[in-house]
T-cell receptor
Framework: AQSVTQLGSHVSVSEGALVLLRCNYS??????LFWYVQYPNQGLQLLLK??????LVKGINGFEAEFKKSETSFHLTKPSAHMSDAAEYFC????????????FGGGTRVLVKP | EPEVTQTPSHQVTQMGQEVILRCVPI?????FYWYRQILGQKVEFLVS????????KSEIFDDQFSVERPDGSNFTLKIRSTKLEDSAMYFC????????????FGQGTRLTVV
């Protein structure tokens, strides 16, 4: 069975500071990995995905994530936080079986301070 | 840009009543999913649907739940006799190909059981 652990349910950053959200996964097969963002009262929007091409993945809104197989990690970063980055962020893993269902982490809520 | 559409955005129902949550996936997509998110908790997989049948379901998806694709465009989730613990945000998602793992999510339906 797959699982995802996101360290820190809440993260507070200052505007302009580095955003670092941690995600570790477990999977018995090479996984697909995703980061989704959820703004208040909205659905899930894909930020970026890893599908076994480049290990450093660039996404929308200046976010990127690096797949590290040895550490089973897929941490999300953004060099400079913006007020509009305040949201909840979910890391997810899917297997490569036909169903490709997503298993989500618990989420990290990001607060951006001016 | 194509999107997954869910209706209604919010539904309030009395315990024991049947509810149907509706989704219109992206038109050329072949794989369909329902997920739910109980307030304050992680997003959980309910069921996946492909080729007019359920391909996988979680232990949450018991006999009270059913899914249907009645007309080639809609994808519905029915809860036969709602319980208080069914109160959650329900997300529909769709995916185009087996080889492309990216799932597109709708905005969700917030179900409140009173």
């Amino acid at each position: 069975a797959q699982s995802v652990t996101q360290l820190g349910s809440h993260v507070s950053v200052s505007e302009g500071a580095l955003v670092l959200l941690r995600c570790n996964y477990s999977s018995s097969v090479p996984p697909y990995l995703f980061w989704y963002v959820q703004y208040p009262n909205q659905g899930l929007q894909l930020l970026l995905k890893y599908t076994s091409a480049a290990t450093l993945v660039k996404g929308i809104n200046g976010f990127e994530a690096e797949f590290k197989k040895s550490e089973t990690s897929f941490h999300l970063t953004k060099p400079s936080a913006h007020m509009s980055d305040a949201a909840e962020y979910f890391c997810a893993v899917s297997d490569r079986a036909a169903g490709n269902k997503l298993t989500f982490g618990g989420g990290t809520r990001v607060l951006v301070k001016p | 840009e194509p999107e997954v559409t869910q209706t209604p955005s919010h539904q309030v129902t009395q315990m024991g009543q049947e509810v149907i949550l509706r989704c219109v996936p992206i038109s050329n997509h072949l794989y369909f999913y329902w997920y739910r998110q109980i307030l304050g908790q992680k997003v959980e997989f309910l069921v996946s649907f492909y080729n007019n049948e359920i391909s996988e379901k979680s232990e949450i998806f018991d006999d009270q739940f059913s899914v249907e694709r009645p007309d080639g465009s809609n994808f519905t989730l029915k809860i036969r006799s709602t319980k208080l613990e069914d109160s959650a945000m329900y997300f529909c998602a769709s995916r185009v190909l087996h080889s492309d793992p990216e799932a597109f999510f709708g905005q969700g339906t917030r179900l409140t059981v009173v």
